[in-house]
T-cell receptor
Framework: DTEVTQTPKHLVMGMTNKKSLKCEQH?????MYWYKQKAKKPPELMFVYSYEKLSINESVPSRFSPECPNSSLLNLHLHALQPEDSALYLCASSQVATTSGANVLTFGAGSRLTVL | RKEVEQDPGPFNVPEGATVAFNCTYSNSASQSFFWYRQDCRKEPKLLMSVYSSGNEDGRFTAQLNRASQYISLLIRDSKLSDSATYLC????????????FGRGTSLIVHP
């Protein structure tokens, strides 16, 4: 069983819909990440939260809006997406994101998003 | 030049074979190195960290060559269940300490 839980596992949405992806971890990790992965490509970093504050936004379009309500939860709000946004969205966590030896990533199982 | 480079493969090997993957990195300030395994349509999972002195975990051996800036993964006695994509991950110091992924190497072990 993965220690990072993502919901929903699958999501189909239209371009005008608003939906959210959720991620939860109870390992006491203080860094949480959103990655996007297309088929046969490596995970592509979107956002990093460190101690509940957004520390990295990899120039992600504003139709993706992250939120970190507390140290255990991470959301990704989706609005007005495009078909090319269809992908596997992976949440990950690590102890911290400030020292190289303490950021082994633990991934959730992912949310597979299809935008029609 | 990409920060972390891997041969995408696929490496197609018979059961019982020994196979090795390399991964090169461009940032000399890199400090932490990992191999992740990703099965089709699943999330990446940590296979092993890579230590300066090299390390072994059963049939898997990882090595680091700082002078040439590459890490390697050796799999001995390949099993069908080893078929997966192997992702090299590098973390550099002095910046954001964000793991950087290679594109992954696909391994197919056949009977």
């Amino acid at each position: 069983d993965t220690e990072v839980t993502q919901t929903p596992k699958h999501l189909v949405m239209g371009m005008t819909n608003k939906k959210s992806l959720k991620c939860e971890q109870h390992m006491g990790h203080r860094a949480m990440y959103w990655y996007k992965q297309k088929a046969k490509k490596p995970p592509e970093l979107m956002f990093v939260y460190s101690y509940e504050k957004l520390s990295i936004n990899e120039s992600v379009p504003s139709r993706f809006s992250p939120e970190c309500p507390n140290s255990s939860l991470l959301n990704l709000h989706l609005h007005a997406l495009q078909p090319e946004d269809s992908a596997l969205y992976l949440c990950a966590s690590s102890q911290v994101a400030t020292t190289s030896g303490a950021n082994v990533l633990t991934f959730g199982a992912g949310s597979r998003l299809t935008v029609l | 030049r990409k920060e972390v480079e891997q041969d995408p493969g696929p490496f197609n090997v018979p059961e019982g074979a020994t196979v090795a993957f390399n991964c090169t990195y461009s940032n000399s300030a890199s400090q932490s190195f990992f191999w992740y395994r990703q099965d089709c349509r699943k999330e990446p999972k940590l296979l092993m960290s890579v230590y300066s002195s090299g390390n072994e975990d059963g049939r898997f051996t990882a090595q680091l060559n700082r002078a040439s800036q590459y890490i390697s993964l050796l799999i001995r006695d390949s099993k069908l269940s080893d078929s997966a994509t192997y992702l090299c991950v590098v973390v550099a110091s002095g910046g954001s300490y964000i793991p950087t992924f290679g594109r992954g190497t696909s391994l197919i072990v056949h009977p």
